[in-house]
């Protein structure tokens, strides 16, 4: 179905003035979107970046097809998970040789959550709040049952940072909220952390690729992030996680696989740690997906977070305005902060009749996703949303709320995946 056209075009011309003097115009072109589309949901699973197609189709062909096993040599497969965790660091303000890219992110909380508990034998509490993503909770719980007399504490955000004590051993948080974008302040949590002895575990999955992080600017201990989100990795594509270089000679990665032994091709029965952030590394990495990644990560680092972050600001600050102007009196209330310094990329709004709110939205070209019990998620993308896609999709949205269409029986009927 066809966008929502401007009622006069003029209504459109200063937004698209704004699309003229992005610094970061150019790397729209370098993604394949499909037409007539408002792409919203890279947050959750991010575009298709032409170079990827590209280098895909040619490490299958040549690399896979004629390289064979000697890739691991020739085509140096074996670096890959080290190369691309070296070009993440540019990302999140860390250094080359403290991130590594392997397994998924829930895999690397359970590593790194069981690192951070052996550092702080004694202690009793890991603390996080109620609402974090599900994943990071489950896996901390998993963590902690074969741990009697240590729990998982949950405070409300606000509480949060009065509640580490000396019993903390660790905190566990995501940076930006997936579901409110609410963004925690990564320097004050993590100092007051130290101050009471405890360590700080950062989820950045719906930062990294969007914000500017600076992990070692907050002095922070371990990190962990998804790949398929702003890192454009592709479905599925391999998470990455951060220790500390200090932290990294006493930490030893419960799931002390061979890939992460000193020498894996010594093949002998002890398990010794890699010396580096290899120690951290399981089995076989995924090869593909882990060059996929790479070819989302080099287009960031081209952009640089500093422009991400800026154009981010601009395109969320232009929604809600948007969003206060032509979608007034119609249920919807905004769940993210309204100021930038205290928020992610990403914005969230709460409906009564949210879900099917949503699916009339993708069934009209604007794709966003829905998260329970209410709230529909719109992802902005600094490299590739414009200024004119989120005038068309705060169009469309007002519309769907003006004439109801959301309503018909077919958008109630929920997806196994939202
Ligand atoms: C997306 C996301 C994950 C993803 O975990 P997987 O192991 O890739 O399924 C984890 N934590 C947070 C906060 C996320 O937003």
Same mark, same amino acid.
């Given at each position: 179905?066809?966008?929502? /056209?401007?009622?006069?075009?003029?209504?459109? !011309?200063?937004?698209?003035?704004?699309?003229?003097?992005?610094?970061?115009? /150019?790397?729209?072109?370098?993604?394949?979107?499909?037409?007539?589309?408002?792409?919203?949901?890279?947050?959750?699973?991010?575009?298709?970046?032409?170079?990827?197609? /590209?280098?895909?189709?040619?490490?299958?062909?040549?690399?896979?097809?004629?390289?064979? %096993?000697?890739?691991?040599?020739?085509?140096?497969?074996?670096?890959?998970?080290?190369?691309?965790?070296?070009?993440?660091? $540019?990302?999140?303000?860390? &250094?080359?040789?403290?991130?590594?890219?392997?397994?998924?992110?829930?895999?690397?909380?359970?590593?790194?959550?069981?690192?951070?508990?052996?550092?702080?034998?004694?202690?009793?509490?890991?603390?996080?709040?109620?609402?974090?993503?599900?994943?990071?909770?489950?896996?901390?719980? $998993?963590?902690?049952?074969?741990?009697?007399?240590?729990?998982?504490?949950?405070?409300? &955000?606000?509480?949060?940072?009065?509640?580490?004590?000396?019993?903390?051993?660790? =905190?566990?948080?995501?940076?930006?909220?997936?579901?409110?974008?609410?963004?925690?302040?990564?320097? &004050?949590?993590?100092?007051?952390?130290?101050?009471?002895?405890?360590? =700080?575990?950062?989820?950045?999955?719906?930062?990294?690729?969007?914000? /500017?992080?600076?992990?070692? $600017?907050?002095? !922070?201990?371990f990190a962990v992030g998804c790949g398929y989100k702003y890192l454009n990795g592709g479905p599925g594509a391999p998470a990455f996680l951060f220790v500390a270089q200090r932290h990294l000679a006493g930490s030893v990665s419960p799931l002390s696989g061979w890939m992460g032994?000193?020498?894996?091709?010594?093949?002998?029965?002890?398990y010794a740690p890699a010396p580096g952030i290899e120690r951290f590394l399981c089995g076989t990495p995924p090869v593909l997906g882990v060059l996929s990644l790479e070819c989302g990560v080099d287009l960031l680092l081209e952009a640089g977070t500093a422009a991400l972050q800026?154009?981010?600001?601009?395109?969320?600050?232009?929604? #809600?305005?948007? =969003?206060?102007?032509?979608?007034?009196?119609?249920?919807?209330?905004?769940?993210?902060?309204?100021?930038?310094?205290?928020?992610?990329?990403?914005?969230?709004? &709460?409906?009564?009749?949210?879900?099917?709110?949503?699916?009339?939205? #993708?069934?009209?070209?604007? %794709?966003?996703?829905?998260?329970?019990?209410?709230?529909?998620?719109?992802g902005l993308v600094p490299l590739y949303t414009r200024y004119e896609d989120v005038w068309h999709a705060v169009a469309t949205l007002r519309d769907v709320l003006q004439t109801q269409c959301w309503s018909e029986p077919r958008y109630a009927v929920r997806a196994a995946v939202?």
């Amino acid at each position: 179905m066809d966008l929502v /056209q401007p009622r006069s075009p003029r209504e459109l !011309a200063a937004v698209r003035s704004w699309d003229a003097n992005d610094p970061l115009r /150019q790397f729209r072109e370098r993604f394949d979107l499909p037409p007539n589309v408002v792409y919203l949901d890279g947050n959750s699973l991010g575009a298709l970046p032409r170079a990827t197609r /590209q280098r895909i189709a040619d490490v299958v062909a040549h690399e896979w097809g004629t390289g064979l %096993i000697r890739s691991w040599n020739d085509a140096d497969w074996i670096g890959a998970p080290r190369r691309v965790g070296d070009k993440i660091a $540019g990302l999140i303000g860390a &250094a080359a040789g403290e991130v590594i890219v392997a397994d998924s992110t829930s895999a690397n909380l359970f590593k790194l959550v069981h690192v951070a508990l052996a550092a702080r034998p004694g202690r009793r509490e890991v603390l996080s709040e109620p609402g974090n993503f599900c994943t990071d909770l489950y896996v901390i719980e $998993g963590a902690l049952r074969g741990m009697p007399g240590r729990s998982l504490r949950l405070e409300p &955000a606000e509480r949060l940072i009065e509640c580490i004590s000396e019993d903390t051993a660790l =905190v566990v948080l995501t940076h930006v909220h997936y579901k409110s974008a609410a963004m925690h302040d990564m320097r &004050a949590i993590t100092a007051r952390a130290h101050e009471k002895g405890a360590l =700080v575990l950062w989820d950045l999955s719906h930062s990294v690729g969007a914000l /500017q992080v600076d992990l070692n $600017g907050c002095d !922070a201990d371990f990190a962990v992030g998804c790949g398929y989100k702003y890192l454009n990795g592709g479905p599925g594509a391999p998470a990455f996680l951060f220790v500390a270089q200090r932290h990294l000679a006493g930490s030893v990665s419960p799931l002390s696989g061979w890939m992460g032994h000193a020498r894996p091709f010594d093949f002998v029965d002890p398990y010794a740690p890699a010396p580096g952030i290899e120690r951290f590394l399981c089995g076989t990495p995924p090869v593909l997906g882990v060059l996929s990644l790479e070819c989302g990560v080099d287009l960031l680092l081209e952009a640089g977070t500093a422009a991400l972050q800026a154009k981010s600001e601009g395109l969320c600050q232009l929604f #809600i305005t948007l =969003v206060e102007e032509m979608c007034g009196g119609h249920d919807l209330r905004l769940l993210s902060p309204t100021d930038a310094r205290q928020r992610g990329s990403h914005l969230a709004y &709460a409906h009564p009749n949210g879900y099917a709110v949503m699916r009339a939205l #993708i069934d009209r070209g604007v %794709i966003g996703d829905f998260r329970a019990p209410d709230c529909l998620r719109f992802g902005l993308v600094p490299l590739y949303t414009r200024y004119e896609d989120v005038w068309h999709a705060v169009a469309t949205l007002r519309d769907v709320l003006q004439t109801q269409c959301w309503s018909e029986p077919r958008y109630a009927v929920r997806a196994a995946v939202t």
